[in-house]
């Protein structure tokens, strides 16, 4: 009997560290190594070279990717994505905070692709909250098994702290504590002496129930 077995799986849209297929694709991919210098890798002011780049960048099918892997690679020089080194400054700055929840979704299913502080915490959230073991995220990130057992420590006490507080304000309660504040408010205002609002621990607690 014949079996016949297909792959309908959609392709990722999030590459792995190693994977750079994506560059045979691109359309400055074949170029002579010294054009691609003068325009990928121009001067500061060479105007004419940036707008040549721009133009081949601007029609890329895998602009995207580019762009990424240059993040990714903390890759500061040349241009990368049609965008030039000051263009990408404010996205380097920005990327160890970025939390794209695709990125953590694609690490949950296996990926090795590069994640923020902020995504790497989701995920390690995440995992704590699945029953994942130490090991099994120290294999799925690809870290130490000491330091996935520290990231691991730490998510249970956020999500201890989470649960502690959740849904823990009671609207009475709320309605007292602005009164002990009121009433704090008309002493220090008969006081000379000014205390500072950080002091107040009645607001204080309030404020901490409200954002956890």
């Not at 892997?69 to 160890?96: C, F, K, S």
């Not at 949950?108 to 029953?131: C, K």
């Not at 309605?175 to 500072?196: G, I, K, N």
């Not at 009645?202 to 404020?207: K, S």
Request: with cysteine; net charge negative; hydrophobic share 40%.
């Amino acid at each position: 009997m014949r079996h016949i077995t297909t792959n309908d799986t959609p392709p990722p849209t999030i590459r792995g560290i190693a994977d750079h297929s994506w560059q045979e694709r691109g359309l400055c991919h074949g170029l002579p190594v010294k054009e691609i210098d003068e325009l990928f890798f121009h001067a500061a002011r060479d105007r004419a070279a940036i707008d040549a780049a721009k133009a081949i960048c601007g029609h890329c099918p895998v602009k995207k990717a580019c762009f990424d892997y240059a993040l990714d690679n903390e890759i500061r020089q040349g241009m990368w994505g049609g965008l030039t080194e000051d263009e990408r400054r404010p996205w380097h700055a920005r990327v160890n905070k970025r939390l794209d929840y695709s990125r953590v979704k694609a690490a949950f299913e296996g990926r090795d692709v590069h994640l923020s502080a902020a995504e790497r915490d989701a995920v390690t959230r995440h995992a704590y909250v699945r029953g994942w073991s130490p090991e099994r995220l120290a294999y799925a990130l690809r870290l130490d098994l000491d330091w996935a057992r520290d990231l691991m420590r730490n998510a249970a006490h956020a999500v201890a702290d989470r649960d502690r507080y959740w849904g823990q304000v009671d609207p009475a309660e709320t309605a007292d504590d602005e009164c002990v504040e009121d009433e704090a408010a008309e002493d220090a205002a008969a006081s000379p002496v000014q205390v500072p609002r950080q002091a107040q621990t009645p607001a204080l607690i309030a404020a901490l129930r409200k954002a956890a």
